[in-house]
């Protein structure tokens, strides 16, 4: 079996998450989603829990059509020491011998683990992003929702997302600044 490791925080999951792994499980028979920064939360960068994150890529995918039973998804948490993380990520998934990112550094990490890398496949990335989902859901911007699939918007509208940003944006949440 082909298994590719697809790591991301997906704060929140979007339309280019769901292309990307539709184009991913083209090549293999099963892609490892890994959730990273899997301990941040109800923070700016990161206002979604690890658990609401899988959640939402479920759904996203379910509504992109995807087979679930070809996606695995797990929680990554971070580590300083970046090798010590790459090494969790080998402890926490199954096996694997493709990565698909699109971070050079992450790139570079696997690579020089041995790993195949290939280039994650990109979707209007130039609107694509969530940071730009968390900016607009920042500003009341309405147009976030056509970002996300309609399953990821009414998650984040079911569990306060909005609100949950807006607290965290007066910076009161992190725990670096303390």
């Known amino acids: ?3 590719a490791l697809f790591p991301g925080r997906f704060q929140p999951p ?3 998450h769901v292309y990307a792994v539709r184009e991913i499980l083209k090549e293999v028979d099963e892609v490892i ?6 301990q941040f939360n109800y923070i700016l ?6 658990g609401e994150r899988i959640w939402m890529l479920r759904e996203a995918l379910r509504e992109g059509g995807i087979d679930l039973s070809r996606v695995v998804i797990i929680p990554v948490p971070n580590v300083e020491n970046n090798l010590e993380w790459l090494g969790r990520v080998k402890s926490l ?4 011998q493709i990565v698909y990112t699109g971070n050079p550094f992450v790139a ?3 690579k020089e683990a041995g790993y195949e ?3 994650q496949p990109m979707f209007r990335r130039e609107q694509l992003s969530s940071t730009r989902v968390r900016e607009l859901i920042l500003k009341g911007d309405p ?4 970002l996300v699939p309609k399953s990821v918007a009414a998650i984040i509208k079911a569990i306060g997302g909005a609100e949950r940003l807006r607290i965290a944006a007066l910076g009161e949440a992190e725990p670096h600044k303390w």
């Not at 960068?45 to 690890?50: E, L, S, V």
């Not at 998934?93 to 694997?96: I, K, L, Q, Y």
């Not at 147009?143 to 056509?146: A, D, P, S």
Request: net charge positive; glycine share 6%.
């Open 108 to 110: 570079l990490l696997f």
């Open 33 to 38: 989603i890994t959730v990273g920064s899997a």
């Open 1 to 3: 079996m082909k298994r």
């Open 93 to 96: 998934a199954p096996p694997f």
């Open 143 to 146: 147009q976030w929702e056509e």
């Open 14 to 16: 979007h339309w280019g």
């Open 45 to 50: 960068k990161d206002p979604f829990t690890a």
């Open 117 to 119: 890398v290939r280039q």
